[in-house]
């Protein structure tokens, strides 16, 4: 890739200086999803007592209702192994979106920045299955009577609203590398080896 001035170390520097302070975006941010998280909770674990008793916060369409779920999310739940399963899936995952993060171009901050909120809210519900043989406290209870949503927490907004930014800017990212292929006379599906390289 070179410079319009002519000196190609110009660009990798910016692209370095770009990257950096990304990186740096991303670990506040996987950091704050954790620490919002994690203080929520114990939060929750103080003042809501007894668990599974509703606390109205907007009458009965948001409530705060301490449960602990020894499974993930939505009531996925797989007996008494469900702990140490969804221990080992957190970590594999985690390190899928580690290589991820480090596989985008310097430009993807956005998606950079949506890997990382996945990050946060992983490792917030990883945390909880670590310290508290129970499993994840959820408290977050929305719903209209008897109708009533599954009980999340923080992290669990985290990972949905980041994954959800991450399948759109995904998507985008992916129609605009089809057309700069097409652009380039490449046939779609075929790796861009000379992106790299310009």
Known sequence: MS???G???ALS???ADTDRATARSA???VAGVVLI???TKVLAERHLLPRHTPHDVIGEYL???LTYNPGAAFGMHLGDASRWVFMVLTVLIVGFLVRLYRSLPSGERPLKLAVATV????LGNFIDRVRNVEGVVDFIDVGVGDVRFWTFNIADMAVS???ACLVLMLWRFESRLHEEQQRQGVPAGTPETGTAER
């Open 3 to 5: 410079h319009p001035s």
């Open 7 to 9: 000196h190609p170390s």
């Open 161 to 163: 609203i980041g994954a």
């Open 13 to 15: 520097a910016s692209d």
């Open 119 to 122: 990050i946060g809210g992983a």
């Open 37 to 39: 998280d994690q203080v």
């Open 63 to 65: 409530r705060f209702t």
């Open 27 to 29: 670990i506040a941010l």
